[in-house]
C-alpha cells in the first residue's frame, strides 16, 4: 500500500512539474503556402532577416551545431541583443539555441524552429520559446501576450516574405 501511495504522489508531482514547464513554453505555428525547402532557406538565412522580420531585427553567426549567434530584437519598443549558441541544428529541418542572461540559471530561454513538410507546396513553420531560471515566471507574468504577439508577427512576416517570393519566382 506505501509503495502504490509513493508510486500516486511521485506521479503527482511529475504532472504537476510538466504543467509548470509548459506554463513557461511559447509556441506558435503558421502553415506556408510554400514547400518546406524555400521556407527553410529563408528561416536559416538568419544574415537577411533583417529585411523581413519585424521582431529579430538583426541576426549574425553561425547557424549551425555549436554556432554562436548575436540577435537583436525588438519587444516593447526596446531593442535588446542577445548572444545564444545552436545548440540543435538538423539541415533542412530544424534549429534551436539557448541564450541566458548574465549566467545559467538567472533567466534563459531556448528557442527553436521547425519547418515541416505537409506536401509539395506547403509546409508549417513553429516557433517555440521554453523558459528557465528564477526570473522566468515573472517574464512570463508581465511579457508572454507580447512575445506571443511577436513570435506570431515573426511567423506571419515569414509566410509572407516565402509566399510573395513564390508568386513572383511563378510568374
Known sequence: MKTLKLTIMAAIISATAVQAQDKKTISVESVINSPASEVWE???????????????IKSSGNLELNGKLVNT????????????????????????????L???????????????KIDEETSKLVQFEKFSGILSSWFMKNHK?????NFT???????????????????
Do not use: C
Request: glycine share 6%.
Open 102 to 116: 548574465i549566467m545559467s540559471g538567472i533567466f534563459d530561454g531556448t528557442h527553436g524552429f521547425e519547418v515541416i
Open 153 to 171: 508577427n515573426m511567423n506571419n512576416a515569414l509566410k509572407h516574405h516565402v509566399e510573395n517570393k513564390m508568386t513572383i519566382a511563378n510568374n
Open 145 to 149: 501576450e507580447s512575445t506571443l504577439q
Open 42 to 56: 529563408a528561416i536559416s538565412n538568419n544574415e537577411e532577416w533583417s529585411q523581413w522580420n519585424p521582431f529579430i
Open 73 to 100: 530584437l525588438v519587444m516593447d519598443e526596446k531593442e535588446y541583443t542577445f548572444k545564444p549558441k545552436v545548440i540543435e541544428y538538423t539541415e533542412g529541418k530544424s534549429f534551436t539555441w539557448r541564450g541566458k
